[in-house]
C-alpha cells in the first residue's frame, strides 16, 4: 500500500471517530498545531463559526464587513494557536478576538447606511428596537463577566453546545456546570437591565443559540480554509488589516505595563510632595526652649 493511500485510510478513520466522540477544543487544536491538520481546524470553525460570525454581525450590522471579520478571526487563531494552551480557552479567546476586531472595523469603516434587518426586525418592530440595544451592549457585558460565569455562557448559548458537552470541555461535574450558568444569567441580564433594556425584550432576544448564532454558509468556511492552509494565498487586504498578531498582542501588554508603571510614578510622587508640605513639629506646650547663651565680649588687645 503507497503513502497516499495510507494517509487517506488514516483520515477516513479518523473522521468516523471524529463523528462517533467528538474531540475536545484542546485534542483538534493540538492536531493543528503539531500535524496542520485541515480537518481539526475545519472542525473548529464548525463547532465555533456561527458564535464568531454572529458576534461580529451584532457588532458591526454590515454583512460584508461580518465576514471580513469573521476570516481574521480564524486566520489570528491559526497563527497563534501554539499560545492557546488550555482546552477551555478556545471559546473565550474567540469571543475576545472576535468583540477586538469588530471594535477596529467601527473605528476605521463608516457604518452602513441602510443595515440589512436582522430576524427580529421582520417579526415584530419593537422587538427588533429592542434586539438593536441588545447589539449594542450584550458582547461587551458578557466579557465583563468573570471567567467562571463567561464560559458556560459562551459554549452553551453562543456556541450552542450541550450542557453535558459544555460540562465536559470546561472540566466541571454537570451540577456546577448548571450553577454556573444560572448566575450567569442572572448576573448579564442584571447588567443588561441596568442599561435600560426591557426584561421582555430580554425574553424574547437574549440567550438563545439561534438568536445568537448566525449560519455559517459553505462558501465563507472554504475560503476561510483555503486562506489558512493555501500556499501562496492572497489575503485580502481588508482582512489582513485586521489579523491579530503576537507583536500586536505584546505591544498592547506591553502599553499596559508602561501605564501601570507612570501610574505608580505619579502616586510617589504625589506622596513626596505631600510629605514635603508638612510643618516641622513644634515643642510641646508648656515646655519652654532653652535659652541661648549671650554671646561674651570680645578682648580687645
Known amino acids: ?81 501554539k499560545s492557546i494552551r488550555h482546552g477551555r480557552a478556545p471559546p473565550a479567546w474567540l469571543h475576545r478576538t472576535t468583540c477586538r476586531v469588530a471594535a477596529k472595523v467601527r473605528a476605521d469603516r463608516r457604518p452602513p447606511a441602510a443595515p440589512a434587518p436582522e430576524r427580529y426586525e421582520t417579526r415584530d418592530p419593537a422587538a427588533g428596537l429592542v434586539w438593536r440595544e441588545v447589539c449594542e451592549a450584550l458582547d461587551e457585558e458578557l466579557q465583563r463577566l468573570p471567567q467562571r ?96 498578531s503576537s507583536a500586536s498582542t505584546m505591544k498592547g501588554v506591553a502599553m499596559k505595563a508602561a501605564l501601570a508603571l507612570c501610574a505608580v510614578i505619579a502616586l510617589g510622587v504625589a506622596v513626596y510632595g505631600a510629605m514635603g508640605q508638612v510643618d516641622p513639629p513644634r515643642p510641646a506646650e508648656g515646655k519652654k526652649e532653652p535659652a541661648k547663651p549671650a554671646p561674651e565680649d570680645k578682648v580687645v588687645q
Open 149 to 244: 460565569l463567561r464560559s458556560p455562557l459562551l459554549l452553551c448559548y453562543l456556541s450552542g453546545l450541550t450542557r453535558d458537552e459544555a460540562a465536559k470541555q470546561l472540566g466541571w461535574s454537570l451540577g456546577t456546570l448548571k450553577r454556573r450558568l444560572e448566575e450567569g444569567r442572572t448576573a448579564l441580564r442584571g447588567r443588561l437591565a441596568k442599561r435600560g433594556i426591557a426584561s421582555v425584550g430580554l425574553a424574547l432576544t437574549v440567550l438563545t443559540p439561534e438568536a445568537l448564532q448566525a449560519a455559517l454558509g459553505q462558501s465563507l468556511l472554504d475560503s476561510t480554509l483555503s486562506l489558512v492552509f493555501s500556499k501562496g494565498a492572497a489575503v485580502p487586504a481588508t482582512v489582513s488589516a485586521l489579523v491579530v
Open 1 to 81: 500500500m503507497s503513502v497516499r493511500s495510507i494517509e487517506a485510510l488514516q483520515r477516513y478513520l479518523r473522521r468516523l471517530c471524529d463523528e462517533a466522540v467528538p474531540p475536545e477544543d484542546a485534542v483538534l487544536l493540538r492536531r493543528f498545531v503539531c500535524g496542520n491538520d485541515r480537518e481539526a481546524f475545519e472542525l473548529l470553525i464548525a463547532r465555533h463559526g456561527p458564535m464568531v460570525l454572529g458576534t461580529a454581525r451584532r457588532l458591526v450590522r454590515n454583512i460584508h464587513d461580518a465576514e471580513d471579520v469573521f476570516q481574521a478571526v480564524f486566520l489570528s487563531l491559526a497563527r497563534l494557536a
